[in-house]
Every structure is written in structure tokens, then in C-alpha cells.
């Protein structure tokens, strides 16, 4: 075991916001002893002397925390945490994204306008593919399947807010925590054979995506979001243009009868119900591509202060972060446990993962698991080990991830920025062993 340097942080004098940090918006119960903790999480605290300075265990926070999101109550939805009826938007806890693949059921939810009319005939929906092309192209979906051949991946999608619950302060946004991300099996056709075939001159650069989903003021004129890709990334062979979702045609909510897949982007730049690709000559600036909307700082800013959006730019690769999958936050396990499996999911925008390691001391030592290769690029990657408590107590599971370049979650939210993007904290999962 090795000792993490987020911790040695956490340890260091005059940290105490780091600390409040670490478990996101809960209470900070400074002077607290460990014999009080105990007692107010109902057991021992075995490691209490190597806790953090200033850091709470997570069930004594849990008066702090937000009431519980209500559930998503859908047919052919699984229970989603609701975190917004107007746009739909719904997260699955990360118990519930135990398998390989997500089933669709499972499969978060993040809108932006109204779901349009489902249409009677999928075949017949047209793409219009335009702007720094050579030849333009109007195609029907029926088109599409006859003239270009047909893929299938394992495709993880990530909303840029997940982890937007964590930063301190608030972030403006739905308060996504792990759980605003899926990995299903996509089939459709690549972009860059439909870009290949319409001739990209050199002049393009991006792509500008436009969809049939209504905006929530009913306004048929405005645009709900209008998101795009670079020219590379459009062109690499797994993002597609998809018309079928874990071997189904989509349900309407995921983006029937057409959307992009652009796996490794936040998951806003894979438009659902896709009707427009403009390729352009420049950065795409439709509603969704300014400001500080789906953009990050590129200089650190004080968190809760004023954003210069000249200092922000495209969110593009999403950060490492891994999650448990097979045990629930504040479970209770049978006396005399004393080793807990552990296993779940790693991924990391572009880059693939690393490392996954697991801590049950509050990060004073950290034991590395052993992690599967994806299948594809873009898949996420199972990872799995076995830990050995020592005696009954309460215990906080951590779980971090590495990518390739060999950057690592941090103990808290980095970055803050006012839109909540790219928070990949470590998850902390709670558990009791009774004496």
C-alpha cells in the first residue's frame, strides 16, 4: 500500500476548506472527537486518528445534505434520481450501473428542450449535412443504413455537469453526483464516412449540430442548444450518427430516431434527435458553444467569484473518475465481516485508465485493483479488488482513478467554475460492520 498525496494535502496545516472540500456540501464539524463521531455514526471509527483535519465521516453529514431527490417514475425507466422535471433530467445511483452494459432502462436522462413527437415513420427522418462540404447532402435514415455500413460499440456518455453536486459552492445546474453517465451498445454509421462522402473542403473546421427538440418556451424560432464537434474528432472512427441503442431502435428520450455518439465529450455534444450537421469553417457559436456554457476556465478562479468568459474555453475531454458499483453508500454489513469486494466502473474521456485504487482509511494507504482493458475505445473498464477491515466499525470506502497521462481524482472538486463542469472528486461509500 502507498501512501496518496491527496491526502498528505488534506493533512497539511490550514486546509480546512480543502477539507470541506471532500465531502462536497455536508457539514464541517470542527473539534469533533473521535469517540463523539462514533457515537454519532453508531460505531467505532477504527482509523478516526488518520482522519483528515476538518473532515466529517459522510453519515454524520447527512442531516447537512440536500433532502433526497425524488424518483423518476417512467415506464421503462428503472428508479433515476429526478433532479429536474423542466428539462427532463434524471441520474442513476451508481448501484444501479453494476452491469457491463447499461441497460437501457438504467441509462441517465439530460435534456435541454422538450422531447419531440415521436415519428411514425424512422426512415424516413432527413439529415441535412451542409456548409464547408463540397457536396451537399440531404439524406433520409433509411438512406443513411443502405448507403454506409453500420457499427456497433460499447460507448460510454457522460453529462458535463456530472459531479456538479460536489463543488463548494454551489454551481449553477442540476446536481449531478456520480450518476449522470451510461455505457451502452450503440450501432449506426460513422460520421466520417457520411463527412467523406459530402466532401469536407479544407476550410472545415467544426461541426454545428442542430435538432428537432422544441424549446421550453414553445418559441418554434429559438433554438434549444446547438452543440458541435472539431473536425477531428468528428472524423474518429467511433463517433457516430446512431439509430439503435443496446440492439433496440432508441426510445424517444435517448435521442429516437437519430443522434450522435461522440464518446469521450460531455454528452451534450452528442445531439439527440439530429436533423442538422453545419460544417464551418470555425468554432461553432450556437446556444450551448459561448460563455461559460459547456466552457472551463483555462486560468484557475477564485470559486463563487466573477467568470471572464474571454478566460473560458470548449470543454472537450472528460475527466478521469471511477465509481463502486457493487456496495451502497450507508450499507450495513453482517457482523463479523471482515472482507468486502469490491468492484465497478473507470473511465476517462480521451484517455484510457490507469490505475483504480480503494482506501478504507480515509486515504492513508490506498491498494490498487486490477483493472480490465476496454473492449473499444471509449467503453469504460471494469475494475475489481477485495479489502480486508480490520475489526467490526464504520468504514468510508474511497475509490480514485488514473488515467494515462497519469492524471488523478482529487480528494475534492477541482476547478471550480460557475456551470459545475468537470467535478471528479473521489466517491466515498459508507459502510457499518456491527460488533
Known amino acids: 500500500m502507498r501512501k496518496g498525496r491527496e491526502t498528505e494535502a488534506l493533512h497539511r496545516d490550514g486546509r480546512e476548506q480543502q477539507d470541506a472540500?471532500?465531502?462536497?456540501?455536508?457539514?464541517?464539524?470542527?473539534?469533533?472527537?473521535?469517540?463523539?463521531?462514533?457515537?454519532?455514526?453508531?460505531?467505532?471509527?477504527?482509523?478516526?486518528?488518520?482522519?483528515?483535519?476538518?473532515?466529517?465521516?459522510?453519515?454524520?453529514?447527512?442531516?447537512?445534505?440536500?433532502?433526497?431527490?425524488?424518483?423518476?417514475?417512467?415506464?421503462?425507466?428503472?428508479?433515476?434520481a429526478l433532479l429536474g422535471d423542466?428539462?427532463?433530467?434524471?441520474?442513476?445511483?451508481e448501484y444501479l450501473l453494476d452491469d457491463d452494459v447499461t441497460p437501457t432502462e438504467k441509462f441517465f436522462i439530460r435534456n435541454n428542450g422538450q422531447v419531440p413527437e415521436p415519428t411514425a415513420n424512422p426512415d424516413a427522418w432527413e439529415l441535412t449535412i451542409d456548409g464547408e462540404v463540397n457536396t451537399p447532402l440531404k439524406l433520409t435514415l433509411g438512406e443513411l443504413k443502405k448507403r454506409f455500413p453500420a457499427v456497433s460499440y460499447k460507448l460510454q456518455l457522460e453529462c458535463g455537469g456530472n459531479g456538479r453536486a460536489f463543488f463548494n459552492p454551489e454551481a449553477r445546474g442540476n446536481q449531478w453526483t456520480n450518476g449522470g453517465v451510461g455505457n451502452a451498445e450503440w450501432t449506426g454509421v460513422r460520421l466520417r464516412d457520411v463527412l467523406q462522402a459530402a466532401g469536407l473542403k479544407p476550410s472545415a473546421v467544426y461541426t454545428g449540430h442542430y435538432a428537432a427538440d422544441p424549446h421550453l418556451s414553445g418559441d418554434a424560432a429559438r433554438i434549444t442548444l446547438s452543440r458541435g464537434l472539431p473536425i477531428a474528432k468528428a472524423m474518429e472512427e467511433h463517433t457516430l450518427l446512431a439509430f439503435a441503442m443496446n440492439g433496440k431502435p432508441m426510445p424517444p428520450i435517448h435521442g429516437f430516431p437519430l443522434r450522435v455518439i461522440a464518446s469521450g465529450y460531455p454528452g451534450s455534444a452528442s445531439s439527440k434527435w439530429l436533423t442538422r450537421i453545419w460544417v464551418r469553417d470555425r468554432e461553432h457559436d450556437g446556444p450551448g458553444m459561448t460563455g461559460t456554457s459547456y466552457r472551463v476556465p483555462t486560468i484557475p478562479m477564485v470559486p463563487g467569484g466573477k467568470a471572464d468568459p474571454k478566460t473560458f474555453a470548449v470543454l472537450e475531454s472528460m475527466p478521469v473518475r471511477a465509481i463502486i458499483t457493487n456496495v451502497k453508500n450507508g450499507t450495513q454489513l453482517p457482523d463479523g465481516t471482515r472482507k468486502i469486494p469490491l468492484r465497478g466502473h473507470a473511465?476517462?474521456?480521451?484517455?484510457?485508465?490507469?490505475?483504480?485504487?480503494?482506501?478504507?482509511?480515509?486515504?492513508?494507504?490506498?491498494?490498487?485493483?486490477?483493472?480490465?482493458?476496454?473492449?473499444?475505445?471509449y467503453c469504460w473498464q471494469n475494475w475489481r479488488t477485495e479489502v480486508t477491515v480490520p475489526s467490526a466499525g464504520y468504514f468510508e470506502l474511497w475509490v480514485r482513478g488514473t488515467d494515462s497521462k497519469g492524471r488523478m481524482q482529487p480528494a475534492a472538486a477541482a476547478n471550480w467554475n460557475p456551470q459545475g463542469y468537470g467535478g471528479n472528486a473521489i466517491q466515498r461509500v459508507a459502510v457499518l460492520i456491527n460488533a
Do not use: H
Request: aromatic share 6%; proline share 9%.
Open 347 to 377: 473511465w476517462a474521456g480521451e484517455e484510457t485508465v490507469k490505475a483504480v485504487d480503494v482506501s478504507f482509511d480515509y486515504g492513508q494507504t490506498w491498494q490498487a485493483c486490477a483493472v480490465d482493458a476496454p473492449p473499444n475505445k
Open 21 to 80: 472540500l471532500a465531502v462536497g456540501r455536508r457539514a464541517l464539524l470542527m473539534g469533533t472527537g473521535a469517540a463523539a463521531m462514533g457515537a454519532a455514526v453508531g460505531a467505532a471509527l477504527p482509523f478516526a486518528g488518520g482522519l483528515p483535519r476538518g473532515l466529517v465521516p459522510s453519515a454524520m453529514a447527512q442531516g447537512a445534505a440536500p433532502a433526497a431527490p425524488k424518483i423518476l417514475k417512467m415506464d421503462g425507466k428503472a428508479d433515476l
Open 86 to 93: 423542466r428539462p427532463l433530467v434524471a441520474e442513476a445511483p
